[in-house]
């Protein structure tokens, strides 16, 4: 069996860490000597591995736009045969599951949507997360709402991000959230077209 070697190791450690420092910081002046240091090891390596800060950055943000997205496969998995509202509601458990939905995490992710303001790498990111999150959710709207569907996504989508950034203002546990916008999603339903 091949021996795992250090850099994954090593490249691994630097992204946490940077999650971890942007977490805490609750913001992107950080600096990959803080990075590095979190991560117990030397910026020069920290360089070596990423090239600069920004691109430390985006691999923090493609990490955890991975881990979302291996959540989201899961819960839809798990949902197959429950019908369009079981969809939805696979959807939004995962975008608040508890992996994910962390302190340090959801610090990092509201800077990475400034990031994406200036940043085009994280733009694009950022990009490609609301393309999918909108298509998934437009499968499950399409046969409950119809015509609708494109309007209960964006609404729902912004439930979602609004969520997000409530958390960063205080606590809010993900399933509490998750339970919200479900109830705003059945509202959203219910209404006359």
């Given at each position: 069996?091949?021996?795992?070697?250090?850099e994954?190791?090593?490249?691994?450690?630097l992204?946490?860490?940077?999650?971890?420092?942007?977490?805490?910081?609750?913001?992107?002046?950080?600096?990959?000597?803080?990075?590095?240091?979190r991560?117990?090891?030397?910026?020069?390596?920290?360089?070596?591995?990423?090239?600069?800060k920004?691109?430390i950055?985006?691999a923090a943000?493609?990490?955890?736009l991975?881990?979302?997205?291996?959540?989201?496969?899961?819960?839809?998995?798990g949902?197959?045969g429950?019908?369009?509202?079981?969809?939805?509601?696979?959807?939004?458990?995962?975008?608040?599951?508890?992996?994910?939905?962390?302190?340090?995490?959801?610090?990092a992710?509201?800077?990475?949507?400034?990031?994406?303001?200036s940043?085009?790498?994280?733009?694009?990111?950022?990009?490609?997360?609301?393309?999918?999150?909108?298509?998934?959710?437009?499968a499950?709207?399409?046969?409950?709402?119809?015509?609708r569907?494109?309007k209960?996504?964006?609404?729902?989508?912004?439930?979602i991000?609004?969520?997000?950034?409530?958390a960063?203002?205080?606590?809010v546990?993900?399933r509490a959230?998750?339970?919200r916008?479900?109830?705003?999603?059945?509202?959203?339903?219910?209404?006359?077209g």
């Amino acid at each position: 069996m091949p021996k795992l070697g250090v850099e994954p190791i090593r490249r691994a450690a630097l992204i946490k860490a940077t999650i971890d420092e942007i977490g805490a910081a609750g913001s992107l002046e950080v600096t990959v000597s803080q990075i590095a240091r979190r991560a117990g090891m030397s910026s020069a390596l920290a360089h070596h591995y990423f090239g600069g800060k920004e691109q430390i950055f985006l691999a923090a943000m493609r990490h955890i736009l991975g881990q979302y997205g291996a959540g989201v496969r899961g819960a839809l998995a798990g949902a197959a045969g429950g019908g369009p509202r079981a969809r939805l509601e696979a959807i939004v458990r995962a975008s608040f599951e508890a992996g994910h939905f962390r302190p340090e995490v959801i610090g990092a992710w509201l800077n990475f949507y400034v990031l994406a303001q200036s940043l085009p790498g994280a733009a694009r990111l950022l990009r490609i997360y609301r393309a999918r999150l909108r298509s998934n959710l437009l499968a499950g709207l399409r046969p409950l709402a119809g015509a609708r569907a494109e309007k209960l996504a964006e609404s729902l989508a912004a439930l979602i991000d609004g969520a997000w950034l409530h958390a960063a203002l205080g606590p809010v546990e993900g399933r509490a959230a998750a339970d919200r916008v479900l109830e705003c999603l059945d509202m959203m339903l219910t209404e006359p077209g």
